[in-house]
């Protein structure tokens, strides 16, 4: 782990002693000074700045111009563009880009480097000879993913959802839609142009189609065997080739231009691998990075033969493969590696090191063991001593979507395939115990149940699967096991144990891209000794989700968060809700202390009183700036404190416990 500075608030300590009387000596006015401040701390409502929660500077995509490699953050605010020069190894400049929540897609047009942002969709030109940045455009999609120049200086972009095509000409300032790539597909997730056509790689129904830039006329060219994969997620063209990288069996299709029917299917051979995340034709090679593994390979179409180059980092992964003056660089969070088909050697450059900027990123979860709180990001989570001010940064291979302490270890789900790391005080990694399989991406929360010993992860399927599962590892002897469904064509977002019994809250949305084939949100019980599912109903009408579980103290009581916003309690043993209380402006985190509980729809914190079963907001005006919109919440097991963001910064919530 890596230290961090951290930076603490000290003004309600001092704002209390400049209100102490006069004649108070200064040992006792001290005293007294400390007391009141430790009072005041424990006020229920009272917040107290922490600081950035969780610092990083992922990267989302790269373009070289001249000596010059042009990396695009994600996640940061504002997002940046840095210039990392090769010839002085060190990133020289910075241009920010001021909307959207990352840079995906980037591509290069002569001397001018173009960035698409996401959420919202807008579209920048970086004139590098000049050193401006300037919003050309912008559109209604929710994400440009990609984008690609053709050989006469149009921008061609590939957006959701739905999975549409646009043009950008340069000359005239003006766009062109051409509409959905394969009509009916959520996502188009890679794109490429030559002098005639545009080629669109579709999800979460893979498809590779062609698209004549004059006439608009589609053709797919995915050889029809292969029309049951998930994606076509990477792409790169050649004057003879197209090399498209699939989801989810660590495929490439490599086609011939002059006739597709002629095609290679390239399988990685890492064990594990499941997705080809970026690909590169050159020199007569197809170089393709896999992952999970990290891996980077080589297919030489001549001699038809793959060869494995290494893994320039363990589990990372590779958002986009460049070549320069001979060598291909791949660009990851924070970092480009650099292979020399020359020698055969890899040289690894974190460009942090090197002058690029860190911010504070939007984190995707919080978690407090009661001497530290972990915030989940990209490639890991900082974690915050809470006695010392001490921030380290827990690098981890994927997203912290969730986690559990349970005695001295926390037990942490990662994104992507749905993997559970633990991790104890002091370590300095966090160790790899198992991932879920079954076409399992998302870990979406954690729980323990003390009868059997197990800890429970529910989980999101791949892009374009259906049914969730429910993966149950056991601490003592190591194994790990996945039920898929847990609750028919829905997944499980929330669950909580007690006795042997999980609880479970689902989500309509089964893997991405899919339209969801039911309606309302279930809560749902399932058997942890017999393995099976015991009864399902739906709490709360038109709930897309229930974000949130908590049991009561009552041993028959169960209460609920929906995406409604509403919190319902439930009686376990009549099965049914016997009360329903609108509370925020959307679902998240609930907590449940004594006769009270708590949540938060990211602006606010609420207590509500479990007996008149009123609500009333403790906090307001943290507007958390949670990454994809899911505010969070973590209780401290002292149960007097709460975390959670005000902006991007760490916050502790004193609580009460109490009505």
């Not at 847990?486 to 977002?493: P, S």
Request: net charge neutral; hydrophobic share 40%; glycine share 10%.
């Amino acid at each position: 782990m890596i230290p961090r500075r951290r930076f603490l608030q000290a003004a309600a300590t001092t704002t209390v002693a400049a209100t102490l009387p006069a004649a108070l000596s200064p040992a006792t006015a001290q005293a007294a000074a400390a007391q009141a401040a430790a009072q005041a701390s424990h006020a229920e409502g009272t917040v107290t700045d922490l600081g950035p929660a969780s610092v990083a500077s992922p990267l989302g995509n790269a373009e070289i111009v001249g000596d010059v490699l042009y990396a695009g953050s994600r996640g940061l605010s504002p997002n940046v563009v840095g210039a990392y020069d090769l010839s002085k190894d060190s990133v020289t400049t910075h241009f920010d880009i001021p909307t959207g929540i990352g840079i995906w897609a980037m591509c290069r047009a002569g001397t001018d480097v173009y960035a698409g942002t996401h959420a919202r969709s807008d579209l920048y030109k970086i004139d590098t000879v000049a050193g401006t940045v300037t919003k050309v455009a912008e559109y209604p999609d929710h994400f440009i993913w990609t984008m690609a120049a053709s050989p006469d200086g149009k921008i061609y972009l590939g957006t959701s959802e739905p999975g549409r095509v646009r043009e950008y000409d340069p000359a005239t300032g003006t766009s062109r839609d051409l509409g959905e790539a394969s009509p009916g597909e959520s996502y188009v997730r890679s794109i490429q142009a030559d002098e005639t056509h545009v080629y669109a790689g579709v999800g979460a129904n893979a498809h590779l189609v062609a698209i004549d830039r004059a006439t608009g006329e589609r053709r797919d060219l995915l050889p029809p065997e292969l029309a049951d994969r998930d994606w076509v997620s990477s792409m790169s063209v050649s004057a003879t080739h197209i090399a498209g990288g699939m989801n989810s069996l660590a495929e490439v299709v490599v086609l011939d231009k002059a006739d597709p029917t002629r095609y290679k299917l390239v399988k990685a051979t890492a064990p594990g691998e499941k997705y080809i995340v970026s690909v590169l034709l050159h020199d007569g090679y197809v170089y393709f990075a896999g992952r999970p593994t990290g891996t980077l390979y080589r297919y030489s179409i001549g001699e038809d033969r793959l060869e494995v180059l290494g893994v320039p980092y363990f589990e990372a992964a590779t958002h986009r493969l460049l070549a320069h003056q001979g060598r291909v660089y791949g660009v990851q969070d924070s970092a480009v590696f650099v292979y020399d088909p020359a020698t055969g050697t890899t040289d690894y450059r974190n460009l942090v090191q090197r002058g690029f900027r860190a911010a504070p990123e939007e984190p995707m979860s919080v978690h407090s063991d009661g001497g530290r709180v972990y915030v989940g990001g990209k490639s890991g989570a900082d974690v915050h001593d809470l006695a010392t001010g001490k921030v380290t940064r827990l690098g981890i291979p994927g997203e912290p979507k969730t986690m559990l302490t349970v005695r001295d270890t926390t037990y942490i789900g990662v994104y992507t395939q749905a993997a559970l790391y633990a991790h104890r005080p002091g370590q300095a990694e966090a160790k790899l115990l198992a991932r879920a399989g079954n076409q399992q991406d998302r870990p979406r929360d954690l729980a323990y149940d003390a009868r059997t010993g197990l800890i429970v992860m529910p989980t999101q399927p791949e892009p374009g699967h259906i049914n969730g599962a429910l993966s149950l590892y056991s601490p003592r002897t190591g194994k790990l096991e996945t039920y898929r469904p847990a609750v028919e064509r829905q997944t499980v977002y929330s669950v909580v144990t007690r006795r042997g019994t999980a609880y479970l809250g689902t989500l309509i949305q089964e893997g991405l891209g899919l339209p969801p084939v039911t309606t309302t949100a279930r809560l749902a019980a399932w058997d942890l000794t017999g393995r099976r599912l015991l009864w399902q109903l739906e709490p709360v009408p038109g709930a897309r989700s229930i974000t949130s579980l908590a049991l009561g103290r009552a041993e028959t009581m169960l209460y609920g968060m929906a995406s409604t916003g509403e919190v319902f309690e439930f009686d376990l043993r009549a099965r049914k809700v016997t009360r329903t209380l609108k509370v925020g402006a959307k679902g998240a985190e609930l907590f449940v202390t004594g006769g009270v509980a708590y949540c938060t729809d990211g602006d606010k914190v609420y207590k509500i009183d479990l007996r008149s079963f009123t609500a009333k907001a403790i906090v307001t005006g943290l507007a958390g700036q949670w990454f994809g919109g899911e505010p969070k919440l973590a209780l401290d097991p002292s149960r007097r404190a709460l975390y959670g963001l005000r902006g991007r910064n760490l916050v502790r919530i004193a609580i009460s416990g109490r009505p």
